[in-house]
């Protein structure tokens, strides 16, 4: 058991889309990630995520509508429903997923990150 400094994790790095370990709990990753610019459509058949922005904001797209995510705030996305992330400017985001979410979910592509860097 350890305290981690958020703050201090996300100076560690600057790539965008490439979500890092900084903790497990009970089946959960707990991940740091840079967004700028679009992600990519996906969706994750077995997996809940949730976001939590803690600099900045994007917008989660959706097939039918769009929300904005702002500082201090969280979505959860359910398992199956189409997806993806926008942030015009970057933002800095926690994530809570099940260890066994891709971050491209059904999509592999030049995103995609068989495995993550633990910090």
């Known amino acids: 058991m350890s305290k981690v400094n958020i703050e201090g994790k996300l100076e560690l790095f600057n790539e965008h ?9 009970k089946g959960q990753y707990v991940k740091l990630e840079k967004f700028q610019g679009p992600f990519v459509w996906h969706h994750h058949d077995a997996e ?52 066994s979410t891709l971050n491209t979910g059904n999509i592999q592509d030049r995103l995609t990150l068989p495995e993550l860097e633990t910090l």
């Open 17 to 25: 889309w490439q979500p890092k370990i900084v903790g497990e709990l």
């Open 48 to 99: 809940d995520e949730l976001f939590l922005v803690v600099k900045g904001r994007f917008r989660m797209e959706f097939e039918d509508r769009s929300e904005w995510i702002e500082e201090g705030e969280f979505i959860i996305v359910p398992r199956g429903i189409e997806h993806r992330p926008v942030a015009e400017e970057e933002a800095h985001v926690i994530l809570f997923e099940p260890i």
